[in-house]
Nanobody, 126 residues
Framework: QVQLVESGGGSVQSGGSLRLSCAAS???????MGWFRQAPGKQREGVAI???????AYADSVKGRFTISQDNAKNTLYLQMSSLKPEDTAMYYC?????????????????????WGQGTQVTVSS
């Protein structure tokens, strides 16, 4: 069983930065880890993923502004967010899936991810 706990959300002005953390417990070795978000009234969408080999993928809307990383020694996933925009406002979730989830053409849907955190709110004001 994998448990995921997000932290680091908050309120920030447009152009600001935040770093989200996701502490994982349980077996996450050789997993695909990801960040997803859901804004009120909108569907959940994938933001970024990272595989056990360090390979990453990003949604077009966050490329060049967000960076996903992981510290295997601490079993922690991060999302560094810069140049934040009001449209980045959402609940952000950490997720873990099997290795192949990172090679799925539909990773942004989240359907290949099994374990989810409770979420952390990010609010960006203009």
């Amino acid at each position: 069983q994998v448990q995921l706990v997000e932290s680091g959300g908050g309120s920030v002005q447009s152009g600001g930065s935040l770093r989200l953390s996701c502490a994982a417990s349980g077996y996450t070795y050789n997993s695909c880890m990801g960040w997803f978000r859901q804004a009120p009234g909108k569907q959940r969408e994938g933001v970024a993923i990272i595989g056990s080999n360090g390979g990453t993928a990003y949604a077009d809307s966050v490329k060049g502004r967000f960076t996903i990383s992981q510290d295997n020694a601490k079993n922690t996933l991060y999302l560094q967010m810069s140049s934040l925009k009001p449209e980045d406002t959402a609940m952000y979730y950490c997720a873990a899936g099997q290795f192949l989830a990172c090679y799925s053409g539909s990773w942004r849907s989240g359907r290949d991810f099994t374990y989810w955190g409770q979420g952390t709110q990010v609010t960006v004001s203009s």
